[in-house]
């Protein structure tokens, strides 16, 4: 369980922010270890596939905007889920590649939902406060749409295990992701705290 490891992307607003000190920050604070990191501009297809790595995405992305409208008693863009996730898609496609990105690999235990705990709900307007997207960005489903565009949310995280295994091996060579021990791992993993007293 220590070993779980989970894909964070900066993506270009958060860099353009000038926040990618504050981002890293907050998961080094909480304990996790960074196995790699790269600053790459991706193209289209390689964030198409990206997003669509899992069956089910669209699916899931559409379903949940339109949960998102009804929940505030406005009427979504759409009833039809895959409609929606295609825009989103198109818009995801010119948000990602607008920019360097930097994309990083986070290790240790339940790093999968620790880090989307810290990383808050998908849209800024309704991230709880605390959360990188609740305290530093203020977007939401309207004012992305109006503007023909994604919303702009500072960071993407892995969703489950599998999801990560899958992201992680898109974005990075194996070779890439490094082995080695945080000392702080001792204390934050050993039974018995042991070798703190001289
Ligand atoms: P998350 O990034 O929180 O895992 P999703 O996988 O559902 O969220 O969506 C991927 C990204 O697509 C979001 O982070 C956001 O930038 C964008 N997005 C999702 N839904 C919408 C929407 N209804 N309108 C505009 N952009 C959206």
Redo the contacts with the bound molecule.
Sequence with gaps: MQKERTLVLIKPDGVQRALIGEIVQRFEKVGLKLVAMKMMVADAKHVEEH?TLDPE?RR??GE??IKSYKEKGLPPPSEDPLE?TAV?LK??MK?MTAGPVVAMVWEGAHAVKIVRKLVG??EPLTSDVGTIRGDYVLDS?QL??TGKR????LV??S?SVPEAENEIKHWFDKKDLIDYHLVQEQILYDVNLDGVLE
């Design positions: 997003y995405w899931i992305t949940k905007t929606i989103i818009n995801l948000y709900g998908t489903y992305s749409d994604s919303v702009r949310n993407h995280a969703g």
